[in-house]
């Protein structure tokens, strides 16, 4: 088995700050996601990439970056966080022989001030 | 573009009973996977079952079914004998097999309670 961690699991910034957020999995997996989950809302698709150095836009992708530097890694940058973008961050990842299931981090908590 | 709807915001059921969730999807892949996932109260998102456009045969996992009805561009999900345990939140996603690659993407899902 493995396992996807995300540091950190609670994030505070203030308004219009840069913030990162990060994502290590150990499945040796080709694609790897960040979605947000607003409170009581569905997922939303930020960026993805499906191998080192490749990053493809999700429907929310404003205001964000990506980096997929090593394989095993993928990290989000809030460019300049706003106060109603506070929510729950999700890394996710998939094989190439798994035709789409995702396995989950626990998700970063982003409060603005 | 590709979009996952989810009506049903929340139902509540009676334990043991079977529960049906809705969802319909718009894509314009030929090829496609279907997905369900769901939440618990903890936050944890967990996949549950997985159905390829191609297949005929509804996908069947434990007490979870699938009844896809590719025309109507529906993808329910069933759960049979329902527990305590299966309330969560359920999203409905799906991955197209050839333009999109491998970009995901998920419904606002439906909160299931069930109880005694």
């Known amino acids: 088995g493995g396992i996807i961690t995300q540091t950190p699991k609670f994030l505070i910034g203030q308004e219009g700050q840069k913030l990162t957020l990060k994502c290590q999995q150990n499945?040796?997996?080709?694609?790897m996601y960040w979605y947000r989950q607003d409170s009581g809302k569905g997922l939303r698709l930020i960026y993805y990439?499906?191998?080192?150095?490749?990053?493809q836009k999700g429907d929310l992708s404003e205001g964000y970056d990506a980096s997929r530097e090593k394989k095993s890694s993928f990290s989000l940058t809030v460019t300049s966080a706003q106060k109603n973008e506070m929510a729950v961050f999700l890394c996710?990842?998939?094989?190439?022989?798994?035709?789409?299931?995702?396995?989950f981090g626990e998700g970063s908590k982003l409060t603005v001030l | 573009a590709q979009k996952v709807t989810q009506t049903q915001t929340s139902i509540s059921v009676m334990e043991k009973t079977t529960v049906t969730m809705d969802c319909v999807y718009e894509t314009q892949d030929s090829s496609y996977f279907l997905f369900w996932y769901k939440q618990t109260a903890s936050g944890e998102i967990v996949f549950l079952i997985r159905q390829d456009s191609y297949k005929k045969e509804n996908a069947t996992v434990g007490h979870y079914s699938l009844n896809f009805q590719k025309p109507k561009s529906s993808i329910g999900l069933i759960i049979t004998a329902t527990q305590i345990e299966d309330s969560a939140v359920y999203f409905c996603a799906m991955r197209g097999a050839t333009s999109s690659g491998q970009k995901l993407v998920f419904g606002q899902g439906t909160i299931l309670k069930v109880y005694l």
């Open positions: 996710a990842s998939t094989g190439r022989a798994n035709t789409g299931q995702l396995y």
């Open positions: 990439s499906i191998t080192e150095n490749d990053l």
């Open positions: 499945f040796n997996h080709d694609t």
